[in-house]
């Protein structure tokens, strides 16, 4: 049973447009959110994260939104670039002493230029 | 500072052998988490070592082992393995376990191939 789906394998955007990938949840016990991007031969980097306390935090070009009543989050990325083309993971934590992260499977984004 | 380092990158064994991997994670970082990733299944937690002690486990079996030393480098062995251990293998690294999520950072992974 994944407790964090993303259920867009890949998603295709042009260079400049915004990019928007979905992620939904299960446990409403997480209260913290990351998202991560992962390039091929490297491993995960993190890439921005939002507070169970907070629907929306931004970093430059990306924005994590957080809908907790409908345990939706999504991260927007306005404008994509194609150094974006990557996988994107989001995770999800319960809190907690036993702070494991709980991954979705993730989307392929492309960014055509 | 160098990252977090994995040996090796690339393995292939058949099934019922054992294989060991080995983690060097970031110099002054204490705790090391190791993850699972099979196409579809994203990143899976498999167990968290500080101090050489494992602090929490994932849902996996009795077959997936690890351990710690005292310069925190990490092993994880798998024995008896199976066609469904095929799969990159990440570790992760941060400070201390209670540290935030966010300065947990990835090793390259291991690309494990059981045949």
Redesign the interface.
């Known amino acids: 049973d ?1 407790q ?1 789906k ?1 259920n867009s ?1 890949s998603l295709s955007v042009q260079e400049g447009r915004i990019s928007i990938l979905n992620c939904d949840y299960t446990n409403s016990m997480f209260d ?1 959110f ?1 998202w ?1 991007k992962k390039y091929p ?6 890439l921005i ?1 939002i507070s169970s306390i907070k629907d929306k935090n931004e970093d430059g070009r990306f924005t994590v939104f957080l809908n907790k009543s409908a345990k939706h989050l999504s991260l927007h990325i306005v404008p994509s670039q194609p150094g974006d083309s990557a996988v994107y ?1 989001c ?1 999800a ?1 319960a809190g907690g ?10 989307t392929q984004l492309t960014v055509l230029p | 500072k160098a990252g977090v380092t994995q040996t090796p990158r690339y393995l292939i064994k058949t099934r019922g052998q054992q294989v060991t991997l080995s983690c060097s994670p970031i110099s002054g970082h204490r705790s090391v988490s190791w993850y699972q990733q099979t196409p579809g299944q994203g990143l899976q937690f498999l167990f968290e070592y500080f101090s050489e002690t494992q602090r929490n486990k994932g849902n996996f079996p009795g077959r997936f082992s690890g351990r710690q030393f005292s310069n925190s480098r990490s092993e994880m062995n798998v024995s008896t393995l199976e066609l469904g251990d095929s799969a990159l293998y990440l570790c992760a690294s941060s400070l201390v376990p209670s540290g935030a999520l966010n300065e947990q950072f990835f090793g390259p992974g291991t690309r494990l191939t059981v045949l």
């Open positions: 994944q964090v993303q394998p913290y990351l991560y031969a490297e491993g995960p980097t993190f994260s993971f995770a934590s002493s036993a702070r494991q992260l709980t991954f979705g499977s993730g």
